[in-house]
């Protein structure tokens, strides 16, 4: 099975990623690290030990990063995922608690100490993974990859065209795409297409099994948004997506291009995609040896992930 480790900012969707992740028999999760993004660092830390609880996971280490972006003020997503960062759902309390030493440092043991490369996968701004780069860069000798739900080829969600967990940390998206770490790049393109429809959904929150109506509570759930928003955003598996690709990497299209984190300006945020038939000759600025050529999802099975997803809990019809 494949070593991965979640940076996350729990977050509706990072709720799913982390119950597929626990339950793929295919991935083998080394640990979780907690950043600010979504909510507040102490309310991710919180909802990520009890979602561990409601998936019934094994003991899986989970600590605490960083509260607040490397140069900005933290700005939370609640009108997306509700006050309580799970869109009010109301997991019971857990005795779980947190490592006591900081996300860096966990990472840095769980990176160093793993018998083979490991696929470090964010699913949050990626402040975490850009100190952890610059604190320890020898851990890049035991990355697989790094497999990241940010950006986009196309629009954008948190500005017109900067994606939330990017937008939210440019500079850390930077150093962590110039690491020299192999990306695969999930982005708005694939995830805002992967979904389970909303009768699924419906019957999974109202029906008998414990998970599945706490699945279903997850996905339907995108508590403050408009009923037109609502209508769009029904039924994401969001995050979720990313690490089913890890499993099922056939499910979905993807392209090697040049890309580059815009850092100033009403670009701020956004991913800058190359994807011209001659990218990399870039015959205005010369600039083509400063992006990185990054694995960047572009087309996806949508049904087939949202199926891999509801198997891997049980849920299916
Ligand atoms: C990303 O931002 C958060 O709202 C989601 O959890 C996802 O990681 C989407 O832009
Ligand atoms: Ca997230």
Do not use: K
Not at 62 to 73: K, M, S, Y
Request: proline share 6%.
């Amino acid at each position: 099975s494949v070593p991965v480790i979640l940076d996350v900012d729990t977050g509706v969707d990072d709720a799913l990623a982390i119950m597929f992740a626990v339950r793929h028999p295919g991935l083998d999760l080394l640990g979780i690290s907690c950043v600010a993004g979504n909510a507040p660092l102490a309310q991710v830390v919180d909802n990520t030990l009890r979602v561990l609880d409601a998936v019934g996971a094994p003991d899986v280490p989970v600590a605490a990063g960083t509260a607040r972006p490397l140069l900005e003020a933290p700005r939370e997503a609640r009108h997306v995922h509700g006050a309580d960062g799970l869109g009010g759902i109301a997991l019971p309390p857990t005795t779980r608690q947190p490592e006591p030493v900081a996300a860096v440092e966990l990472l840095r043991r769980l990176i160093l100490e793993h018998d083979r490369p490991v696929t470090l996968v964010a699913l949050a701004p990626q402040t975490n993974l850009a100190l952890l780069l610059r604190t320890y860069p020898e851990v890049a000798g035991n990355l697989e990859r790094i497999v990241f739900m940010g950006g986009s080829a196309s629009v954008g969600n948190a500005t017109a065209v900067a994606e939330f967990n990017v937008w939210h940390d440019p500079e850390a998206a930077a150093i962590v795409l110039d690491s020299g770490v192999p990306a695969y790049m999930y982005g708005l393109d694939v995830f805002n297409r992967v979904a389970v429809d909303h009768e699924t959904a419906v019957a999974l929150e109202h029906g008998d099994d414990r998970l599945g109506r706490v699945v279903g509570a997850l996905i339907g759930n995108r508590v403050a948004l408009s009923e037109d928003e609502r209508a769009e955003y029904t039924g994401l598996i969001g995050d979720a997506g990313a690490v089913c690709s890890i499993v099922d990497p056939l499910a979905i299209g993807t392209e090697v291009r040049p890309v580059r984190v815009e850092l100033a300006g009403y670009g701020r945020g956004q991913t800058l995609v190359d994807r011209r038939d001659f990218a990399g000759e870039d015959m205005v600025h010369g600039l083509a040896g400063e992006w990185t050529q990054v694995e960047v999802a572009l087309d996806v099975d949508a049904e087939r992930l949202a199926r891999l997803f509801l198997d891997t809990l049980g849920l299916s019809a």
